[in-house]
């Protein structure tokens, strides 16, 4: 069993930076990859950006050079660093993992945590 716990969400203006962190629990971490994903009101949840155990990422083209995924799987820990953050960044953030693959999501999910970007 994989738990997931999200921290690091808040109100940040345009332009700004924030970094969320994602600690999971369980023995099957390492093995997986770790993703954020996003939703906001009216859409569909998204795919963020993703990062294998060796390091491999995949992002949105929304975010690409932007906001940045790591990994320490000393610390069974995700973060995804953002910066030149913009309305449209607005949504609830996911932290999942139970995938083997960057591409599509795991079976596991945090609680999400929100992220409003408003002047």
């Known amino acids: 069993q994989v738990q997931l716990v999200e921290s690091g969400g808040g109100l940040v203006q345009p332009g700004g930076s924030l970094r969320l962190s994602c600690a999971a629990s369980?023995?099957?971490?390492?093995?997986?990859?770790m993703g954020w994903y996003r939703q906001a009101p009216g859409k569909q949840r998204e795919l963020v950006a993703a990062?294998?155990?060796?390091?491999?990422?995949n992002y949105a083209d929304s975010v690409k050079g932007r906001f940045t995924i790591s990994r320490d799987n000393a610390k069974n820990t995700v973060y995804l660093q953002m910066n030149s953050l913009k309305p449209e960044d607005t949504a609830v953030y996911y932290c999942?993992?139970?995938?083997?693959?960057?591409?599509?999501?795991?079976?596991?999910w945090g609680q999400g945590t929100q992220v409003t970007v408003s002047s």
């Open positions: 999942n993992t139970g995938s083997r693959t960057i591409t599509t999501a795991g079976n596991y």
């Open positions: 369980g023995s099957m971490f390492s093995r997986f990859v």
């Open positions: 990062v294998s155990w060796w390091g491999v990422t």
